[in-house]
């Protein structure tokens, strides 16, 4: 050997880099565009939310409401059951568009109107909020939304996800539209937090 | 470098003597294939969230089965109430009658819940006093109850304490007009 051979064989490591990129766009799930950013307070509660069939009403910093079902064919039904509520009906395109969305803080009444707009028109609305008023039946929305939702979605687990900086009232508000309506178990979404070292007893 | 080897017609062509152009290197520069990999390895682990969001399970009261002769079943000396307050503050009294209400914050009510359920504990266990359904002894009772003024967060917090300190005993309850007077502006 005249000279030494400096190329080394990079096949192995190639290899390897694609199987990751292979792994990790396959692992990835890129998170809906929510319409209101909210910082969840922490908690030491370790139970995990399930993946699928879940109700989320997100309390955000300003005590608008809005309320989401995780799962397509779920929302689907679950606007169909709303407009029946309140004598509207929904095209198809409107269902899709429905569908496709993440959470909504839209009033119904102005739901069709939202459901027309192009996706990229619908991003920039600023959603008002769902109506909770605890004192009627059909103006809290909310409660509609989940006595619908819980026929549609096969009895969903309900969860809330408050801003750290929700006024009480607003989640008192939700707390009571739930009790009346019978669901009292639900659970409060929380990011992680370690439970204290120090001993206790 | 990984290379691609093109074995067996070197000597065919050297046979025929025909006139060929120099014989062109099969090897590729992967070098910018493995900058482009890693620089997808890199952006999708920097994207991927790994912890999950956690979810607490809470029960609330039923109205319907607990109304105000239930509440009142609890003994004076295994009671105790929590008031959220504003700016984070925590007001908080023993018993029903006769309340005095002193003011504390997060960083210091978990001393102060251990305790009362030791003491609530003891009591209990000296007198013989179990609930009805349960044969262990159930500590303190505590009313939880967040004021207008408090935040969401406030109550999460007084949640997770009473999982900290292991109380099972607990409630959310709306604060009544006479105890929202006692509270100190």
Redesign the interface.
């Known amino acids: 050997m005249p000279k030494g051979n400096v ?5 192995p ?2 290899d390897m ?2 199987l ?2 292979t792994f ?2 396959l ?2 799930q890129f998170r809906p565009d929510e319409p209101v950013s909210v910082s ?2 922490s ?7 399930p993946e699928h069939g879940k109700v989320i009403i997100t ?1 955000a910093p300003d005590s608008r409401i809005f309320f989401d079902l995780d799962n397509q064919n779920f929302r689907k039904s679950l606007l169909e059951k709303m407009g029946q509520s309140y004598n509207l009906t929904f095209s198809v395109d409107e269902m899709n568009a429905f569908a496709t969305g993440s959470s909504i803080g839209i009033p119904m009444g102005g739901m069709k109107t939202y459901l027309d707009m192009s996706p990229e028109e619908r991003k920039k609305v600023e959603q008002p909020g769902i109506p909770v008023d605890t004192s009627q039946n059909l103006s809290n929305e909310l409660g509609v939304w989940l006595v619908n939702a819980r026929i549609a979605g096969n009895n969903p687990v309900i ?1 809330i996800k ?11 508000n939700v ?1 009571k539209t ?2 009346d309506r019978d669901v ?10 370690a ?2 070292v120090e001993p ?1 007893k | 470098m990984a290379e691609l080897q093109s074995g067996g017609d070197g000597h065919k062509g050297k046979k025929r003597g025909g006139v060929r152009a120099k014989k062109m290197s099969t090897r590729i520069d992967m070098t910018p294939m493995v900058d482009l990999g890693f620089l997808l390895v890199t952006f999708f682990i920097l994207t991927t969230t790994m912890s999950k969001p956690k979810a607490m399970q809470v029960v609330m009261p039923d109205k319907k089965v607990i109304d105000s002769t239930q509440m009142s079943k609890i003994r004076e000396s295994e009671a105790m109430t929590i008031l959220l307050g504003s700016n984070d503050r925590i007001f908080y009294y023993y018993g029903q009658s006769e309340p005095k209400v002193e003011v504390t914050y997060f960083t210091k009510i978990r001393k102060i819940l251990i305790e009362k359920n030791k003491e609530v504990l003891a009591l209990q266990q000296q007198n013989g006093w179990k609930p009805k359904t349960a044969t262990e002894y159930n500590g303190v009772y505590i009313g939880i109850k967040p004021t207008d003024e408090s935040k969401y967060e406030n109550l999460v917090n007084m949640l997770d304490e009473m999982k900290i300190v292991g109380i099972k005993s607990y409630a959310i309850i709306d604060a009544t007009p006479e105890e929202l007077e006692m509270l100190p502006k």
């Open positions: 190329s080394i064989d990079m096949t490591m190639v880099a694609f990751l990129v990790f766009i692992t990835t969840t307070p908690s030491t509660s370790v139970s995990n939310p309390i969860l408050g801003d750290s900086k929700s006024n009480y009232p607003a989640v008192k707390f739930l009790a009292l178990k639900f659970g409060l979404i929380t990011a992680d937090e439970m204290p206790i």
